[in-house]
Each structure stands twice: as structure tokens, then as C-alpha cells.
């Protein structure tokens, strides 16, 4: 699945590689592998293709 961070759109397009109980893991290109907590942060998923 792809994503964007809300508040980061610097970090570019994320993939996430892991998503367990509000612990999601995504991968950005510009800022490396970041465990993101879902209680806080919505991420923005992209539509396939993106």
C-alpha cells in the first residue's frame, strides 16, 4: 500500500511494509523506514498506480 504522511510531504511516497495493532512501518525514500503510531497520524493512502 502507498502512502503520504500528512504533516510530511517532504518524506515523498511511502510504502508500508508492516502494520500491527496502531504500529504502522512504512518505508519513505526520502526519510528511511519510520514506525508510524495510527493513534495519532492518519496517513494518506494513495489509489494504486499513484
Request: hydrophobic share 45%; net charge positive.
Amino acid at each position: 500500500m502507498l502512502v503520504r504522511h500528512p504533516t510530511r510531504p517532504e518524506w515523498g511516497i511511502g510504502q508500508v511494509q508492516s502494520a500491527i495493532a496502531w504500529r504502522v512501518t512504512v518505508t519513505f525514500p526520502e526519510q528511511g523506514k519510520q514506525m508510524i503510531d495510527a493513534r495519532h497520524v492518519t496517513l494518506i493512502v494513495l489509489p494504486e498506480g499513484a
